[in-house]
């Protein structure tokens, strides 16, 4: 087992990883986190793509052609992933940050969550990981608590 700096998308009020982050999960950017520099705690995870002026890998609920909305009604991929504050690029729209009214599955708003960089234990071989960084089947059963992130 070696241990990596992953993503997790983590709830503020119940303290449980919601979503898995995984290489397939999108960014505000668009793009997906396969095409981001590693999770780290040193340095923002930028885009590798040409012409892209993300800043770093913002995690964006997504799943098949569904994608997030702001608060605005416009999409993610229609807001500024060059800017911190990922305002809305819309010519005319007065929206100064991404704010979704999204709710999760543990009830709560997507503003109550937080993407955070944490440590997990992933299996290894000469070639690289083994095995995906999330413990899905903890996921599914709802076993992983705060300890699974470091926090108590």
């Known amino acids: 087992m070696r241990t990596v700096e992953a993503f997790a998308w983590v709830c503020g009020v119940c ?4 979503v898995p982050v995984r290489s397939e999960s999108r960014c505000l ?3 997906r986190l396969r095409e981001h520099g590693p ?6 995870s930028r885009c590798r793509s040409a ?6 890998f913002f995690y964006v609920v997504a799943e098949g052609s569904w994608v997030l909305r702001c608060r605005c009604k416009h999409k993610h991929t229609e807001h500024n992933a060059a800017h911190p504050a990922r305002g809305c ?5 007065g929206c100064g940050s991404f704010d979704s009214p ?24 000469e070639g690289g ?7 899905y089947d903890g996921l599914k059963r709802g076993q992983l608590g705060p300890e699974a992130f470091g926090h108590m």
């Open 129 to 135: 990981p083994a095995a995906e960084v999330n413990n």
């Open 39 to 44: 999770a780290s705690t040193a340095a923002a």
């Open 15 to 18: 303290e449980r990883e919601c």
């Open 29 to 31: 950017c668009g793009h």
């Open 51 to 56: 012409k892209c002026g993300c800043v770093g």
């Open 102 to 125: 999204w709710v999760c599955n543990c009830d709560h708003p997507w503003a109550a969550h937080r993407q955070v960089v944490t440590n997990k234990q992933v299996g290894w071989t």
């Open 89 to 93: 690029a819309k010519p005319g729209c």
